[in-house]
């Protein structure tokens, strides 16, 4: 009888959470399809071959019989085959390289299937079904002309041209062994204008054309794209009570967030009097 492990997202997004068999040959992503069936041996080596000798690309999905253990994921990295990010116990993103092609055989022998990732894979439904996250949209120069404001009139035309191809904020997720450094080049050739970078998750935040997240998607650093999220506001009307506070703090639980470190985000004006 088969083994059930409930696979969640480990990539940032790119994988939803599922209960896949320990080798499953179908992987749900989050916006697309991974058909994995057994393929010969003659057709894992070709398609390894292909890859390490690839320049720009050189990230494949495996899927293997069993779960890898650390002594064949080091042999396997050894031989070139570097597992990256785990998609389902069985089931890795991994980038290949020019020692692959010495090992091919090695290599294949271990693998059920190998195949390429899909570009809509790594793109967040929102952004693959064409909206428009307008909440990162600039506007402020059309709006200030509207209300009668001043505005800069070279933003207000650039604001103007772009509102069928708009300037959009995303999170970028480069894959976890891309130097960001090389994925801020990529992007800035596609007109991209890095803002910041999320070095935990390897990734960047970015201002790019709407029209432009294919192109960023199908490039080979990249792992994953979802629109920004909005920007935070304060909320400290009743906030005590929309976290119900007051009831972790009294018994049983008698929590004060001692040794607990979490984001805070405050804004607005100081209240002498106020407890907190």
């Not at 071959?49 to 019989?65: C, E, I, N, P, Y």
């Not at 990010?85 to 993103?93: E, Q």
């Not at 390429?116 to 709006?143: C, M, Y």
Request: charged share 25%; with cysteine.
């Amino acid at each position: 009888m088969k083994n059930h492990l409930l696979t969640v997202c480990l990539s940032v997004g790119i994988a939803s959470a599922a209960i896949a068999s320990e080798s499953p040959t179908r992987l749900e992503l989050r916006n697309a399809t991974l058909d994995m069936p057994s393929i010969s041996s003659t057709e894992r080596v070709d398609r390894l071959g292909d890859s390490s000798v690839r320049m720009l690309d050189r990230h494949v999905v495996v899927r293997f019989a069993s779960v890898p253990n650390d002594l064949e994921k080091s042999e396997l990295k050894r031989d070139g085959l570097h597992l990256v990010t785990c998609l389902a116990p069985t089931v890795w993103i991994a980038s290949t390289s020019a020692a692959t092609v010495d090992a091919l055989d090695s290599i294949a022998s271990r693998l059920e299937w190998i195949g390429e990732l899909p570009t809509e894979a790594k793109i967040h439904p929102f952004l693959a079904a064409g909206r428009i996250p307008t909440w990162t949209v600039a506007d402020d120069a059309i709006e200030a002309f509207v209300g009668g404001r001043d505005f800069d009139i070279r933003r207000l035309a650039e604001q103007v041209d772009g509102a069928g191809d708009p300037e959009i904020a995303v999170y970028a997720i480069a894959h976890a062994d891309v130097d960001l450094v090389d994925f801020e080049e990529t992007i800035s050739m596609l007109g991209g204008r890095i803002q910041s970078r999320i070095v935990t998750v390897n990734g960047l935040m970015v201002r790019l054309r709407m029209s432009v997240v294919d192109r960023l998607a199908a490039a080979g650093e990249t792992l994953w794209i979802e629109p920004a999220m909005p920007p935070l506001e304060t909320n400290n009307d009743s906030n005590r009570t929309n976290t119900q506070v007051d009831e972790v703090r009294e018994a049983p639980y008698d929590l004060d967030g001692s040794g607990v470190t979490v984001m805070v985000y405050d804004g607005g004006f100081a209240d002498a009097p106020h407890p907190d």
